[in-house]
């Protein structure tokens, strides 16, 4: 039996995935009035999101080159996460806290920052939190939050990940396992961006942590792989795909945006 326990430990010693011995380097930090909700990279420009602001700065000096502010006649109340692809920005939107949920995909020519599409998806999974794109296909994440389970009769496990065509046509979908949601508290998955190695990352509300799943064999539940510690305070983050390896988050309590590298120990 002492054998055994021994051999036990060894085995977690030296063949727990060694993802669990990475972390992130922070390599800046800048002050980004917007970085509020969330953030989205391209190879020139990180792009702040507050929920009716974007602000779109040069990732070398940190200076605001644009932005885009809500006006009185718009129907946008609350960004969240975004994504860049073939110079649009494509941001995460919904109408909490208000019920019921509705959401909507907003897009945002780069270049100009002006507001150039829409995408709505009415009341149907939650609230938009985040959207990517990866091997061809549109994600996202519609929250759910206990807070709300006495109006909806849903809590934060109803927090779905939809698969879309790029038509925005839902092709699979799946919920979050239980060791992650316990995490967020009551609250929901804030982030989410594709890693470089093919992984999901996501975030949560407020911990500075980030948690790492696949696409499961079989079943509707993701599959969780480990948590690594990352210095931001939950909230959108997204890989830059022009830098792999580097990763961007936000610190709301102080208005910044971080841009981090992975290493293994």
Not at 147 to 165: C, I, M, P, Y
Not at 188 to 214: A, F, T
């Amino acid at each position: 039996m002492r054998s055994f326990f021994l051999q036990s430990l060894i085995f977690l010693f030296f063949c727990w995935p060694a993802k669990a011995q990475e972390s992130f380097q922070t390599l800046r930090t800048y002050s980004a009035q917007e970085a509020f909700q969330g953030v989205a990279v391209d190879s020139s420009y990180f792009y702040a999101i507050d929920s009716e602001a974007i602000g779109k700065y040069d990732k070398q000096t940190g200076k605001l080159v644009g932005r885009w502010q809500d006006s009185t006649q718009s129907h946008i109340s609350h960004l969240d996460s975004g994504v860049i692809l073939n110079g649009k920005l494509y941001a995460a939107h919904s109408n909490y806290p208000d019920i019921p949920m509705t959401s909507s995909v907003e897009i945002w020519d780069t270049e100009t920052l002006n507001h150039i599409d829409s995408h709505s998806f009415g009341i149907r999974w939650g609230s938009l939190t985040w959207v990517d794109y990866h091997n061809g296909y549109w994600w996202g994440v519609f929250a759910h939050y206990d807070e709300f389970e006495q109006q909806t009769g849903k809590d934060n496990r109803w927090t779905t990940l939809v698969q879309f065509d790029d038509q925005w046509r839902p092709i699979e979908s799946w919920v979050f396992p239980q060791k992650v949601l316990s995490t967020f508290n009551g609250k929901s998955c804030s982030g989410g961006s594709w890693g470089p190695e093919g992984s999901l990352y996501i975030s949560g509300h407020d911990r500075p942590k980030l948690y790492v799943v696949e696409i499961p064999d079989s079943g509707s539940t993701l599959h969780f792989l480990y948590t690594l510690p990352f210095d931001n305070e939950g909230q959108g983050i997204a890989w830059d795909r022009s830098n792999p390896g580097v990763i961007y988050g936000i610190k709301r309590s102080s208005r910044e945006v971080i841009a981090a590298e992975k290493e293994a120990n």
